[in-house]
């Protein structure tokens, strides 16, 4: 696998597809996604992948290691990339809810499952929520302007959360141009 001046979005889609074939399900959150919905416009440098199962978690090193990825701390990182790969262990959730939409990218044969958009701006949102993460929130309105996005649902979520307050300030910051992507 070629590894070397290789985009997030491709290395997430190699990475993830990899592990499926030697039996690690796995979903990709956090900034990563945010990188891929932006189309770059927001840059991460951590792959964060969410296990479906923590059954073959031990195995995950050995399997990394075959493409030329080494564990330092929780972090696996590789000699011909800047980027780095984290596992989190299960459930896929955001917030307190768990993750009810995952998407998928198809690049040739491979396949890549990440949160769906909407549960990407949860993502984001729950680090301005619970953190007063102002970077998440200024990623949260980055996909909102790139990407379909499902006001309802972030409402009913943020409500659920406790944070309908903080949603009406998210939502006041959104430009009218996002508008047009929010059902």
Known sequence: MKIKNISLKDLAICVSDFLSKHGVDVVLSGGACVTIYTHNKYMSYDLDFVLISAEKQKEIKSILEKIGFHAE???????DTDFFIEFIPPP????????KEISVIRKGNRTLKLLSPTDC???RLAAYYHW????????????CENNPIDLRELERWSKNE??????????????????????
Request: proline fraction near 4%; avoid cysteine; charged fraction near 30%.
């Open 121 to 123: 701006v949860k993502d």
């Open 73 to 79: 701390g929780k972090h696996f990182k590789h000699k």
């Open 162 to 183: 406790g944070m309908s307050a903080k949603f009406n300030k998210f939502k006041r910051l959104l430009s009218p141009d996002s508008s047009s992507r929010l059902a």
């Open 132 to 143: 007063n993460d102002r970077q998440s929130l200024e990623q949260a309105i980055l996909v």
């Open 92 to 99: 896929l959730s955001v917030g307190e809810e768990p993750v």
